[in-house]
C-alpha cells in the first residue's frame, strides 16, 4: 500500500512538470499579468486624471471596472484552452477542491499567478515614471472581518460563475471534446461581466479585489503589506463555498464523468 501510494504521488509529480502542464503555467502568467497590469494600471491612470487634492469619484470606480470587466475577459479568453485560464489563485483553490487540477500543479499555477501578478506591477511602475502602485485597501469604517466577509461574497459570485461558464456540461458537450471559439468567448464574457458588476458594487469598500494576485503584487512592489490577510482568506472561503455549490446543485453524482476546460493539467486526487 506504502509503495502503490508512493508511486501514485510520484506520477502525479511527474504530470505536473510535463510540457502540458509547462505550457498551462507560462499561459496563466501570461493571462495573470494581462489582468492585473490593466486593474493596476487603470487604478494608476484613474488617480493621475483626478485633480490634486479631490477625492477619487465614481467616474474613477466606473473606469476602473470597466477595464478590469474587459482585461479578466481577455486575460480568460487567451488561456482557456491552455490553462483553463485562471488568472486567480482563488479560482484555482476551488478547481482544486473539485478535484480538477491536482494539488501539485495547483502550487505551480499559484506561484505563475503571483508572479504574473508581481512582474505587471513592477512594469507598470518602472513605464509610468515611478508612479506609486496602488494597493488594494479597505474602507476606514470597515474592520477587517467585515472587509473579509465582502470579499468572500463577491468572489463566490465569481467562483461560481468560472465553474458554471467553464463547464463543458453546460454547452452540452461531453466526451472532452472542446466548446467552439463562440461559446469559449460568451463564457469568458461572463466572467468579465460579474467582475466589473463586483467592483461597481464594493470597490469604494474593499476595493474588490476577489483575486490574492491582485492585492499580492501590487503590495510586494509597493512595500505594503497591511490587510493581506483580508484579500487571502476571504477569496480562498468564498471559492471554497462556490466550488461546494457548484457541486451539489449543477453536479449531481451520478452525472457522467466529463472533462473540463478548466485547464489542461490531469484531474489528480492526492
Known sequence: ????????????????????????????????????????????SARMATPKGSAPDAASLVATAVAQAFGLFAAVLIAADVSGGHANPAVTFALALGGHVGAASAVFYWASQMLGATFACLVLHYISAGQAVPTTGIDVHMTGFGAAIIEGVLTFMLVYTVHVAGDLRAGGGGGGKRRG?????????????????????????????????????????????????????????????????????????????????????ETVVV
Open 1 to 44: 500500500m506504502a509503495s502503490s501510494s508512493s508511486t501514485n504521488l510520484v506520477a502525479h509529480l511527474s504530470r505536473s512538470v510535463s510540457a502540458a502542464s509547462l505550457r498551462s503555467y507560462c499561459a496563466e502568467f501570461i493571462s495573470t499579468f494581462l489582468f492585473v497590469f490593466t486593474a493596476v494600471g487603470s487604478a494608476i
Open 181 to 265: 471559439f463562440a461559446a469559449t468567448a460568451l463564457g469568458a464574457l461572463a466572467v468579465g461581466l460579474v467582475t466589473g458588476a463586483c467592483v461597481l458594487s464594493a470597490g469604494s469598500l474593499t476595493g474588490a479585489s476577489m483575486n490574492p494576485a491582485r492585492s499580492f503584487g501590487p503590495a510586494v512592489v509597493s512595500g505594503d503589506y497591511k490587510n493581506q490577510a483580508v484579500y487571502w482568506a476571504g477569496p480562498m472561503i468564498g471559492a471554497a463555498v462556490a466550488a461546494l455549490a457548484h457541486q451539489v446543485l449543477a453536479c449531481p453524482p451520478d452525472a457522467a464523468a466529463g472533462s473540463s476546460r478548466h485547464g489542461n493539467v
